[in-house]
């Protein structure tokens, strides 16, 4: 995933030489090599701005996130899974997207998976697999947001000016830290568009479908009674 990366940042690079980029890699406090082997990738490939965010202790996908992100310094800040599961030249799509519903410098494209729903990707997974996902989606219908098919796709570009309202406001540091972020840009007004994005499914995921699915039910919930009842707001100075 890596060196995919890169060499379609490379190529940006050479249509565009204003082009510019960072890489920033969250390493949440694992016990793998993973600061190893970015640190060889990067004296290997010197040509990459590569910069390596190391947590003494595991936050979360979405407190690992929410650091990446504040760290960011560039002018367009993508969150993308490192499991390569999203085809990472689709970026393209999303930036020319992004510049299409920016307002007042203010946007988020979403990378969706919703074209996928009838196709083996998701027809051939577990029967109670596909009941929790379509339970999850009810839910988030109810409690959450409205209007965005794909809300946990690892794959989304902000406005630098979005992610300086989003990230610094977050609370939920689990999964369903999408929600919460997703609906901080709607209670913002910021344009949200979905673009389809290509994707296949990665063994080896570290969710447990019924543990996990029941923690994200009550995070879901606890997040809209905080919002409706106004215990966390959105404070556009942080």
Partial sequence: ????????LESQKRIDSTNSYEIIIVDDGSRDNTIDVVLKFAKDVPEADIRILALDKNRGKGGAVTQGML????QLCLMVDADGATQFSDLSQLLREIDRIKDEDKAVVIGSRS???TTDAVVKRS???????RGF???VYIFGIRGIEDTQCGFKLFTRKSAQIIFPNMHVERWIF??????IAQIQKMPISEIQVTWHEI????????????KMAIDLLLIRL?????????????
Wanted: with cysteine; charged share 20%.
């Fill in 1 to 8: 995933m890596l060196k995919e990366t890169v060499d379609f």
């Fill in 115 to 117: 074209h996928l729903v």
């Fill in 137 to 139: 989606h009810l839910l």
């Fill in 178 to 183: 999408d929600i919460e972020c997703l609906m």
């Fill in 226 to 238: 905080n919002y409706v009842f106004g215990f966390w707001t959105v404070n556009t100075r942080k």
């Fill in 127 to 133: 029967f109670i697999r596909n009941l929790l996902m």
């Fill in 71 to 74: 760290c960011a310094r560039g």
């Fill in 203 to 214: 063994d080896g995921s570290k969710v447990n479908l019924m543990v996990d699915s029941m």
